[in-house]
Nanobody
Framework: QVQLVESGGGLVQPEGSLTLTCTASGSIIVINTMAWYRQAPGKQRDLVAAITAGGNTNYADSVKGRFTISRDDAKNTVYLQMNSLEPEDTAVYYC???????????????WGLGTQVTVSS
C-alpha cells in the first residue's frame, strides 16, 4: 500500500508565494512520474505540473513562469513552488504519483487527499 500526504496549503494574498510538499510512503520500489493537479469548485481536475523520474517537467500554460515542480527521490517527495499567485489559482491541489510497489509491481497511480490553496486579499 502507498500513501501520499500533501502539506503547505493555506491562505495567501495575490502576488504571494506558497510551497506545496507531497511525500509518498509505503512499500515503494520506484516512483515514476510525480505531478500536481488542482480542482476549483465546479470545475474538473486539471494538471498543473508534472516531473518524470528523469527530471523532465511540463506545466500548464497558466502557471508557466510562476510555478516550479521539483522532486527529492531520497525522500520520495515532490514539491510545487508557487510564486506570483493569482485568485484564479485558488483550488484544492492534489498530489499524484505513479508507483511500483512490493504489493503492486505494475505501476499504479496514487492520489493524495488534497490541500486547499486560497488566494485572496
Amino acid at each position: 500500500q502507498v500513501q501520499l500526504v500533501e502539506s503547505g496549503g493555506g491562505l495567501v494574498q495575490p502576488e504571494g508565494s506558497l510551497t506545496l510538499t507531497c511525500t509518498a510512503s509505503g512499500s515503494i520500489i520506484v516512483i515514476n512520474t510525480m505531478a500536481w493537479y488542482r480542482q476549483a469548485p465546479g470545475k474538473q481536475r486539471d494538471l498543473v505540473a508534472a516531473i518524470t523520474a528523469g527530471g523532465n517537467t511540463n506545466y500548464a500554460d497558466s502557471v508557466k513562469g510562476r510555478f516550479t515542480i521539483s522532486r527529492d527521490d531520497a525522500k520520495n517527495t515532490v514539491y510545487l513552488q508557487m510564486n506570483s499567485l493569482e485568485p484564479e489559482d485558488t483550488a484544492v491541489y492534489y498530489c499524484y504519483a505513479d508507483v511500483s510497489s512490493r504489493t503492486r509491481l505494475r505501476p499504479f497511480g496514487y492520489w493524495g487527499l488534497g490541500t486547499q490553496v486560497t488566494v485572496s486579499s
